[in-house]
């Protein structure tokens, strides 16, 4: 991918011509119209659906076509508590989202559990079976941190390469697009984590 | 995957058209957890002969938080706000129910202000509940988007009051045993006043666009009808009992609260359809405003909290309490036993979209699938209170 000169292109763009590279289009054109899949799973989700609706509108950054169907859909908002039942439920709807595709993991319930951690049937975060993009605490988060994050995401789009070494992950061949779902076991859901996805922090004393 | 039936996976197939479908006449779909107009986790099994529905099993479970076991393992306060996340767009109520319960618990008073401050924020809740249930259902029904907007920007201007209040849109945890948790200025309770006075424009534009639309009438009058006997023997309460004709409001009944002194007009239904559960919740606001008019015009200044309640090592008398109250969804109780401890020894939720749920089937038998999403979201449910 040849890079153009930051200095050319700005000259032609006050000359009236628009330079761009295939990249630079393909990912200006995939971060401004994400559709998010619509599905939430407790109180954050009146959150996220606040921030769809007429004070915060979140079509202002082209993310307000909510899909029912997640072949549909570029974006998961897993938005509340994960439980342990609804856990493979998430996974397969991931699953079955076509790549690229992201995930935001919206309040602390999705992050770790958050108030409900103690719980014997809550998930103490979905980045144990699926790869987490952006993080939002809260409890719930605001529709400001809903957008936030939604912003970022944007930004992380807009930097993903489409050729060379460091190319996004999705286009590796090796990059699996598909995750294991689990299931339940005697005590509880099997594998209780997917190491390739979540490796738990290494407590140093 | 071994068929133990000790497995949840298999414990959760439930047996619901196994003979019908060896006839190969229904058709067995699993709708939900994820889908669009199920509000949350909820799944049916419905048996479909063509488009109408035979049978109908709900599946709970999906949000089972352990809210009731982390409340018996947490101090009374330490429940307060795992009762915003109970239903979660009407946490003033829940708070006040919980309070109350305690306060019957323990025999705490409650200054006058703060019992006039719990209605007005009640009666703010039901009427924000009320209209994003409205466009809700609207939106079950397809019109899609445009009421929901509608009823999030009157919303929105209460969770703004709420949040200069309590510091929270959503979670507000503002009650405690004995009273509130912060004052009001007097330009908070200026601005509520407005924002109550206005709320009827909204109403009126509301009902103008939508309840008298041909649209809603066909496809909500005569569909999903509760018999009153049904709804009093399912334990049904609230909007939905109401709609059926019957007159119990707890607010009425029980008279919590300041409820007694305000002058206020129950609202009945007559057919126990769909579009009298619909315009109960229309006509409910209204009252709702007839309340707060009357609360702002007799609040007066005070404390907020009673001075003897104890707040840390807090700890009520042996014995046993249920406190429940009106909530925007029907009755809202909570059953605490106490054992003398910090911690209650028992801790249980009467939620009442739970219990109203527990009809759906005979309200859905006979009616097309497109129906049921109808009726559904006319019961008014949130899964936090569901499966708590
Ligand atoms: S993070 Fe808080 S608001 Fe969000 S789902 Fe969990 S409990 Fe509810």
């Known amino acids: ?205 | 995957m071994s068929a133990t039936i000790e497995t949840l996976e298999a414990m959760e197939r439930p047996p619901v058209s196994m003979a019908s479908r060896l006839q190969g006449e229904l058709l067995e779909v699993s709708m939900g957890p994820q889908h669009p107009s199920t509000h949350g986790v909820f799944r049916m099994n419905v048996a479909l002969e063509g488009e109408i529905v035979r049978k109908l099993k709900p599946v709970f479970g999906y949000l089972h938080r352990n809210h009731e076991k982390i409340g018996e393992n947490t101090s009374y306060l330490g429940s307060m706000p795992y009762t915003d996340r109970l239903d979660y767009f009407c946490s003033m109520t829940n708070n006040w129910a919980y309070a109350l319960s305690v306060e019957k618990l323990a025999g705490i008073e409650v200054p006058e202000r703060a019992e006039y401050l719990r209605v007005i924020l009640a009666e703010l809740t039901r009427l924000q509940n009320h209209a994003s249930l409205l466009g809700f259902l609207l939106s079950d029904m397809g019109a899609w988007g445009t009421p929901l907007m509608y009823a999030f920007r009157e919303r929105e201007k209460i969770l703004d009051l709420f949040e200069s209040l309590a510091g929270s849109r959503m979670m507000c945890d503002y009650m405690r045993f004995g009273g509130c948790r912060v004052d009001p200025s007097d330009e908070w309770l200026a601005q509520a006043k407005q924002i109550a006075e206005r709320f009827p424009k909204f109403l009126d534009e509301f009902e103008d666009l939508i309840l008298g639309n041909e649209i809603v009438i066909g496809r909500t009058q005569n569909v999903g009808k509760l018999s009153a006997e049904l709804a009093v023997n399912a334990g049904i309460t609230g909007p939905m009992l109401r709609a059926c004709g019957v007159n119990y409001d707890i607010r009425k009944v029980d008279g919590y609260g300041f409820y007694p002194r305000f002058k206020f007009r129950i609202p009945l239904g007559e057919h126990g359809d769909t579009y009298d559960r619909l315009m109960m919740r229309a006509l409910e606001m209204r009252e709702s405003v007839q309340i707060l008019k009357q609360a702002f015009a007799q609040v007066q200044p005070g404390p907020v909290m009673n001075p003897k309640a104890k707040i840390r090592a807090f700890r009520p008398p042996v014995g046993e309490a249920y406190g429940h109250i009106e909530a925007p969804k029907g009755e809202l109780g909570f059953y605490l036993i106490s054992d003398g401890s910090p911690n209650p020894y028992r801790y249980r939720v009467r939620p009442p979209s739970f219990i109203n749920l527990t009809i759906l089937e005979d309200m859905c038998l006979g009616h097309t699938v497109a129906d049921v999403m109808v009726i559904l979201g006319s019961v008014d449910i949130v899964m936090g209170e569901v499966d708590r």
Not at chain 1, 31 to 52: D, H, R, V, Y
Not at chain 1, 152 to 162: A, G, S, T, V, Y
């Open chain 1, 1 to 205: 991918m040849s890079q153009i000169d930051e200095q050319l292109r700005t000259e032609l763009q006050r000359q009236g011509v628009w330079v761009t590279s295939m990249q630079d289009l393909y990912n200006w054109g995939r971060k401004n119209s994400i559709w998010p899949l619509q599905f939430g799973l407790a109180c954050c989700a009146i959150e996220m659906i606040a921030t769809a609706a007429s004070r915060y509108d979140i079509a202002r950054f082209g993310g307000e076509v909510f899909r029912p169907s997640p072949r549909q859909a570029d974006l998961m908002i897993v938005a509340g508590t994960v439980t342990k039942k609804m856990a493979p439920q998430i996974v397969r709807l991931f699953n079955q989202m076509a790549d690229p595709k992201y995930v935001i993991a919206m309040g602390a319930c999705a992050i770790s559990g958050g108030p409900f951690k103690q719980g014997y049937n809550v998930l103490k975060g979905i980045d144990r079976y699926i790869p987490v993009d952006v993080y939002i605490p809260g409890c719930p988060p605001r529709p400001e941190a809903l957008l936030h994050a939604f912003m970022e995401l944007q930004r992380k789009i807009d930097e993903q390469k489409l050729t060379g070494a460091d190319k996004a992950e999705f286009l590796k061949p090796d990059q699996p697009s598909e995750f294991p779902v689990p299931r339940f076991g005697r005590h509880d859901l099997e594998p209780r984590a997917n190491p390739n996805v979540f490796q738990p922090p290494v407590l140093e004393r």
